[in-house]
């Protein structure tokens, strides 16, 4: 079973509505789900909530050093309580799934996201959980820091938001430890379809003008 949710982010107002802290806006979901509180504790250098659930103690934990040395936090709470590498899941900001999507697998490449870079130093290794939480690409890779240090779209924030309820729906599989079950479900959790238009009504009169859009900025 799942013993430790690390949820990666950046501490400060100034951080709190930008991609980068997707990880730390799931964390804030389960703490509501689990009826529980973060409350800050530098022992471990970051705001951690511990809980029982069917008997079994389970920590929250939002890292309050900054990104690229998030590791310091995850290790000190794990070693401290004996927690092994896959008893852990890291939720964070992914820019190769679309907002709105989540993909869950154990273990991988860091693939250059900062604070995975670090938890793979401070663990030792890279066997343990992780959820990544959609936010999209840029485009360009030389805007990637200035695109995870932004807020996102209303509409990427609502599908971020949307992503975060949906792999919820997995708490109880990550709990139980039934890693197949949760997986299935995160990955068949999948952004609703757009409705098709509906087809216009013709007119008596003669057609209008078509509309040109208004170019994004």
């Known amino acids: 079973m799942i013993r ?6 950046n501490p400060g107002p100034e951080y709190e509505a930008t991609r980068h802290n997707a990880g730390f806006w799931w964390i804030d979901a389960v ?13 471990y ?13 389970v920590w929250l934990l939002e890292p309050q050093t900054f990104m690229n040395v998030c590791g310091k936090s995850v290790a000190a709470l794990a070693r401290f309580f004996k ?13 190769d799934v679309n907002p709105g999507e989540a993909k869950l697998r154990l273990g991988g490449s860091h693939a250059g ?13 890279d066997d343990y959980w992780r959820l990544r939480l959609g936010v999209g690409h840029p485009g360009i890779k030389s ?3 200035n695109w995870v240090l932004k807020k ?3 509409d990427h924030r609502i599908a971020i938001e949307q992503s975060i309820e949906r792999s919820l729906k997995a708490l109880p599989h990550f709990l139980s430890g039934d890693m197949g079950k949760a997986t299935m479900l995160v990955h068949t959790s999948k952004p609703p379809r757009p409705k098709p238009p509906r087809p216009e009504t013709p007119s008596a009169g003669p057609p209008a003008d078509p509309i040109t859009p208004a170019a994004e900025v």
């Open 143 to 145: 805007e990637v820091i």
């Open 4 to 9: 430790l949710f690390v949820g990666l982010g």
């Open 31 to 43: 703490a509501r789900e689990l009826k529980t509180q973060l409350v800050m504790d530098k022992s």
């Open 113 to 125: 996201h900062n604070g995975l870079r670090d938890i793979h130093a401070q663990l030792g290794t």
């Open 83 to 95: 927690i092994s590498p896959q008893e852990i899941m890291v939720v964070h900001d992914e820019l």
């Open 152 to 154: 996102p779209s209303l």
């Open 45 to 57: 250098y970051g705001l951690v909530a511990r809980t029982t659930v069917n008997g079994h103690n």
